[in-house]
């Protein structure tokens, strides 16, 4: 619990995975090593998160925050996979733009939506930083457990507000902070982590390094706010119908029952 000691409790996914250690916030080195990881790793280890699902117990079919994209530009920050891109071109988007940092990554999305019939402009780019995609272009900018890992949170929502036509949507989902703080351990839930701590920590998963922050609900709304967008609608709930889905001795299941693993967020580019 102490945030100035080295060991930290770290849940990714699932649950706690990995060792983790306090770390200075340094944007290069970060995107190094997370690059590394999502080039080598990624999915592989952690899985994909992609729609219909915004998270392990939360659905697009339940919430219907895009409503009909048929037409509509979208963009996608940190493509991953491309499924979700997929479920947008089957539902006749009228151009697909995928960005992610992990050059591997891209060409899985490329890979992915060719053998689907699909095809997508895709950009290899950190998401914090200048890459050549249009502004006021959007009609929607979504991102699936992605958001979180940039190191630069109210200049990438200023950045995600630009490709944005006026009025356009921002939806995006990730790790709620809570699910972050609470651990399952013998049939309890245990509180580990503060919080308020957003400093910057590394996890070795797998032979590899991923190197992170959890930010606190305020944090997101708060940047949304400062980059010029109002927040339509929020998700904390976890679905019924997933969660009966699930066998009952699942850990993650029962945690998800108690409290929201994932939030989701819908802002309009005033
Ligand atoms: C958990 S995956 C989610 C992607 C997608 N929803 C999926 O499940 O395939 C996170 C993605 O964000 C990308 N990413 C990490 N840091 C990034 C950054 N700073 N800018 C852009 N993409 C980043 C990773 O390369 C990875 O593809």
């Known amino acids: 619990m102490d945030k100035n000691s080295g060991y930290r409790t770290n849940v990714i996914g699932a649950g706690e995975v990995g060792v983790a250690f306090s770390v200075d916030m340094d944007k290069y080195v970060i995107h190094e ?15 994909a998160t992609a729609l219909p699902l915004y998270g392990a117990f939360v659905s697009e079919e339940k919430c ?22 997929q479920y947008h071109g089957e ?21 992915y939506l060719t053998a689907c019939g699909l095809s997508a402009k895709l950009i290899c ?51 709620h902070p809570i699910h972050k703080c609470v651990v399952a351990e013998n049939d309890m839930l245990i509180f580990k982590k503060c919080y308020f701590d957003e400093s910057w920590y590394s996890v070795s998963l797998d032979e590899s390094t991923l190197t992170l922050s959890d ?19 929020m ?5 019924d119908e997933i969660m009966q889905s699930r066998d009952d001795n699942d850990d993650f299941a029962k945690k998800a029952k108690m409290l929201p693993v994932t939030f989701v967020i819908k802002a309009r580019k005033l």
Do not use: H
């Open 33 to 47: 090593t997370n690059s590394l990881f999502w080039d080598t790793k990624g999915n592989d280890v952690l899985g």
């Open 64 to 85: 219907q925050l895009f409503g009909n994209v048929s037409g509509k530009k979208v963009l996608e920050i940190g493509c991953g996979s491309g499924q979700s891109l």
């Open 91 to 111: 539902r006749k988007a009228s151009e697909l733009w995928g960005m992610d940092l992990s050059e591997n990554q891209i060409e899985k999305t490329r890979q």
């Open 125 to 175: 780019s950190p998401m914090e930083e200048e890459c050549g995609i249009p502004e006021d272009y959007f009609d929607f900018v979504y991102s699936i457990y992605a958001i979180g890992w940039t190191t630069d949170l109210e200049g990438t929502f200023s950045r995600i507000a630009s490709y944005l036509k006026k009025d356009g949507v921002f939806i995006f989902s990730w790790s």
């Open 215 to 233: 930010r606190k609900l305020s944090t997101y709304v708060n940047a949304l706010s400062k980059a010029g967008f109002v927040i339509e609608q």
């Open 235 to 239: 998700i904390e709930e976890t679905e």
